[in-house]
């Protein structure tokens, strides 16, 4: 939720980009195409727990979202 905040609405697939270089590298060859499927599923969570909002194929923090993690604001 925090890459969304930070660096505005973020499609699933830049998403998962970002989680991507937001961990540490592996060796296992798996590993980056793992995390970012994750992206898709963390979104779809976030959305049912009304943090995240899907519109125009891209992903968005709500109100709520934006004030559990301390976002002030999220970039456009």
Same mark, same amino acid.
């Given at each position: 939720?925090?890459?969304?905040?930070?660096?505005?609405?973020?499609?699933?697939?830049?998403?998962?980009?970002?989680?991507?270089?937001?961990?540490?590298?592996?060796?296992?060859?798996?590993?980056?195409?793992?995390?970012?499927?994750?992206?898709?599923?963390?979104?779809?969570?976030?959305?049912?727990?009304?943090?995240?909002?899907?519109?125009?194929?891209?992903?968005a923090?709500?109100? &709520?979202?934006?004030?559990?993690? &301390?976002c &002030? &604001?999220?970039?456009?």
């Amino acid at each position: 939720m925090r890459l969304i905040c930070d660096h505005g609405r973020l499609d699933t697939e830049r998403l998962g980009r970002h989680l991507v270089g937001a961990r540490r590298s592996s060796t296992n060859p798996g590993y980056a195409r793992a995390i970012a499927h994750m992206a898709g599923t963390l979104t779809w969570r976030l959305q049912a727990q009304g943090f995240v909002t899907e519109a125009e194929g891209a992903w968005a923090t709500t109100a &709520s979202g934006r004030t559990l993690i &301390s976002c &002030s &604001s999220e970039r456009e």
